[in-house]
């Protein structure tokens, strides 16, 4: 039984882990950089939930590679060709956010449960739902990403855990940790900008 559960720690799933905790430790610390090791922790994770039968998450981790890209030019250039600060959401950014989560969840609980052999269509959809809205505001550096993605982390936990990908399961509670760390740092980098545009302006 020992050695069955050792097997789970395959170097694959913990060089993805070990990537995806420097990347929100660098994301906390809100540096570019982030997204170098994010994208090589997404193409490990493709091939791991593809053996798992974890479909919704590829097609997750498709997202964040799309997302990473767009999100280091964001951050590098912005719309003004100057880094984008960290910024809170806007009504239309929560809009957008939740009509990205509803249908992410509506397309991909149907295709999950009616077109794949996924045994947890439902809560695997859950996952990606909230990871959509999540990603899409940290690549316009809005502080409540992390809530976003601290909802997807608090339902993959215990689907990890069921899955057997139990190094998977202990990196999200850490990014569940980092994400409550990560808001609370954001917060404190914005009011510190507000602080110094107010003392040159």
């Known amino acids: 039984m020992l050695e069955d559960y050792f097997h789970h720690f395959n170097i694959l799933e913990i060089l993805g882990a ?10 906390r610390k809100n540096n570019i950089n982030n997204y170098l090791f994010g994208i090589a922790g997404i193409l490990i994770g493709v091939w791991i939930y593809f053996q798992h039968k ?21 951050w590098k250039f912005g719309k003004k060709h100057k880094e984008t600060p ?24 149907y295709w999950l449960k009616f077109h794949t052999d996924s045994d947890v269509p439902i ?47 202990g990196l999200s509670v850490f990014l569940f940790i980092m994400g409550i760390s990560g808001y609370l740092n954001w917060k404190k980098i914005y009011n510190q900008e507000r602080k110094n545009e107010f003392r040159t302006a």
């Open 86 to 109: 960290i910024t809170y959401s806007t009504k239309t950014d929560y809009i957008t956010t939740f009509s990205i989560c509803i249908i992410c969840f509506a397309i991909m609980s």
């Open 123 to 169: 809560w695997d959809a859950l996952v990606a739902a909230f990871a959509w809205g999540g990603m899409w505001l940290l690549a316009k550096r809005k502080i409540e990403n992390w809530i976003f993605l601290n909802l997807s982390n608090i339902v993959v936990i215990p689907l990890l855990i069921y899955k057997g990908l139990y190094i998977y399961a």
């Open 18 to 27: 070990a990537f995806g905790v420097v990347q929100v430790l660098l994301s």
């Open 54 to 74: 974890l479909y919704a998450d590829i097609l997750l981790n498709l997202y964040y590679l799309i997302m990473s890209i767009y999100g280091w030019f964001y």
